[in-house]
């Protein structure tokens, strides 16, 4: 029998912002500012506010706007929140929840985005000159990043997760304690 993870709570309410920090700016991005019909806004030299429908994956993977890919994707990235949130539930480690949960919330905000669109509404854009290090993003993008890529720096530099699930990064100060 699994038991649930002492930090559901924490994981719950971080994708819950997740998701809510999401929605709000792609409100503000479509309702407020109407950037489909302006096409782009200058914030800073090197970022704009910049439409785009995204109907694929990253890489521009299955970009064909019709309705099957639509609710392909809408059907494979709640296959994958459902294990991602399974996942979370189960999960010990305060870190890997945290994470989870940003990768978690990000999924339900494009889901959202795929369900009342048929796209994914992508609005951030990075830039040098014409040097763009990122596709054109938006914040669930960035959460399911950050989510991901913390996911992977834990799993190759804390290679002894506490099993208690105190895990703070100091992982000097268990090992004293423990050996006290």
């Known amino acids: 029998m699994t038991t649930r993870s002492p930090h559901l709570s924490t994981g719950l309410s971080i994708a819950a912002l997740a998701f809510f920090l999401d929605q709000l ?5 479509v309702d407020v500012l109407t950037l489909e019909r ?10 704009d506010l910049t439409w785009a429908e995204n109907c694929g994956i990253a890489l521009s993977l ?3 706007c ?5 609710w392909s994707l809408v059907a494979l990235t709640g296959v994958v929140a459902a294990a991602v949130f399974v996942w979370m539930t189960r999960e010990k ?11 978690f919330g990000g999924a ?7 369900v009342r669109y048929g796209y994914v509404v992508d609005f951030a854009d990075l830039h040098f000159g014409d040097f763009r290090p990122f596709l054109i993003f938006n914040v669930a993008d960035a959460c399911i990043t950050i989510g991901v890529l913390l996911l992977v720096a834990r799993a190759l530099l804390l290679s002894d997760k506490s099993d208690s699930g105190t895990d703070n990064g100091d992982t000097a100060s268990a090992t004293s304690a423990a050996k006290e």
């Open 38 to 47: 302006r096409g782009s806004i200058q914030v800073v030299e090197i970022f």
């Open 25 to 29: 700016t792609k409100f503000v991005i």
């Open 62 to 64: 299955l970009s064909k």
């Open 108 to 114: 339900l905000g494009n889901i959202v985005d795929r």
């Open 66 to 70: 019709n309705d099957t890919t639509r």
């Open 93 to 103: 480690s305060k870190g890997d929840v945290a994470a989870l949960a940003l990768i």
